[in-house]
């Protein structure tokens, strides 16, 4: 029997939301004030922030059962800015502190300036609805 490969594993997509996440920034930076749009943009950068956070125990389960301790460690150490990032976020979107909004947004951006988007990008607009997401 052959081996079953799973094409939408949690790299894949964490690689997914990081992309999506820089793209949004670059949306909210450019916004002049606060709309629906704006709310929409935070909160969904807020989401997927958490979303990533969730998919680090996944990639890292794989190395743990081959004894790779070090790496896993190391690996949810790189990424365990993402959850407090997305809660510090999360209050700010709810009580609409744009001040602080932008603050962590430059701080993320910062953290992924390695990320490349082409110009003819697939991406869309997935944080239309984020904000009502976000409320529940």
């Known amino acids: ?11 894949k997509e964490r ?3 990081t992309k999506a996440v820089v793209k949004a920034i670059r949306t909210l930076m450019s916004q002049t004030e606060p709309n629906q749009i704006t709310r ?6 807020s989401i997927s922030l958490d979303e990533i956070y969730q998919t680090v125990d ?7 059962k081959r004894g790779y301790w070090i790496k896993a460690d190391r690996f949810r150490l790189d990424w365990e800015w993402t959850e407090q990032y997305s809660k510090n976020m ?14 962590l947004c ?3 951006a910062q953290r992924f300036s390695n990320i490349q ?20």
């Open 106 to 108: 430059a701080k993320i």
């Open 58 to 64: 996944v990639s890292v389960i794989a190395w743990e």
């Open 1 to 11: 029997m052959s081996r079953v490969i799973n094409p939408d594993s949690s790299g």
């Open 40 to 45: 929409d943009l935070a909160a969904y950068i």
């Open 90 to 103: 999360r209050e700010s979107v709810l009580k609409e502190d744009w001040g602080n909004i932008a603050l």
């Open 117 to 136: 988007i082409p110009l003819n990008n697939r991406i869309g607009e997935p944080w239309v609805g984020a904000w009502a997401k976000l409320q529940k």
């Open 15 to 17: 690689t997914k939301l």
